[in-house]
């Protein structure tokens, strides 16, 4: 068993698990768009949530942290049947984890040290916080754009090669297709939503079938039960 593709599956399936954890603790924190989007709001339930708003923080760069690491393994399995995607996968991937990690540290720094801030100054502080969204805004549509893409090609490689369960790859392609939504609907909560449900069931999924040895014909043993 190819030790990278198992690293790989436990790093997804862990990952799934992490962004579970996230989605609850974003509801806990009640911090949709449009509270988001109230800057007097926003920074009000930072401060009186500041435990919560650092574990979001937390448990989203360590997602994304470990998204990549299951990329890798994922990369590997499709490297024999679908060489330059596998490289494309893992470059796109890497860029739109990056802009993922980095809005969530710079909500999480950001928040907590504005939120400290608007005790002082609190039109200040809210100037402030509405450019620390624009920021990590962009950074998320950074990721959105490169995650989605990687997806949608992955699960093309996966459907096509049959490296992993087939339908695993048409569940990518979904999560694919939420992920772009989100470059042009970013305030969305509804797609937010989507997206992680359909990235927790890939990467759970996925991770699954990497920890699975692969039989001599290419595709996993699971498939030939």
């Known amino acids: 068993m190819d030790t990278t593709q198992r690293n790989g599956g436990t790093a997804g399936i862990v990952s799934a698990g992490l962004l579970v954890l996230f989605l609850i603790l974003t509801m806990a924190m009640g911090m949709d768009p449009h509270t988001a989007g109230d800057p007097a709001q926003a920074l009000a339930m930072i401060a009186l949530k500041r435990g919560l708003w650092r574990l979001v923080g937390i448990v989203g760069t360590l997602a994304a942290a470990l998204g990549i690491v299951f990329t890798i393994g994922l990369s590997n399995r499709l490297k024999e049947g679908a060489p330059t995607r596998a490289s494309v996968i893992l470059s796109f991937v890497t860029v739109g984890l990056g802009g993922y990690a980095l809005a969530s540290l710079m909500q999480w ?12 100054d609190q039109v200040g502080a809210g100037h402030a916080w509405l450019a620390l969204r624009a920021a990590a805004g962009g950074a998320n549509v950074l990721g959105s754009g490169f995650v989605g893409a990687a997806l949608l090609i992955a ?12 339908i695993a790859g048409w569940v990518g392609v979904i999560a694919g297709l939420l992920s772009l939504a989100g470059v042009f609907a970013s305030a969305s909560f509804a797609v937010l939503i989507g997206t992680i449900v359909f990235d927790v069931i ?5 991770g699954v079938e990497l920890r699975s040895p692969q039989d ?3 595709a996993p043993t ?3 039960r």
């Open 109 to 120: 720094k950001g928040g907590l040290q504005l939120a400290d801030y608007a005790v002082r």
């Open 155 to 166: 699960g093309w490689a996966v459907i096509e090669t049959a490296a992993l369960n087939p």
């Open 202 to 206: 890939w990467l759970a999924w996925a």
């Open 216 to 218: 001599p014909r290419g």
């Open 222 to 224: 699971s498939l030939r």
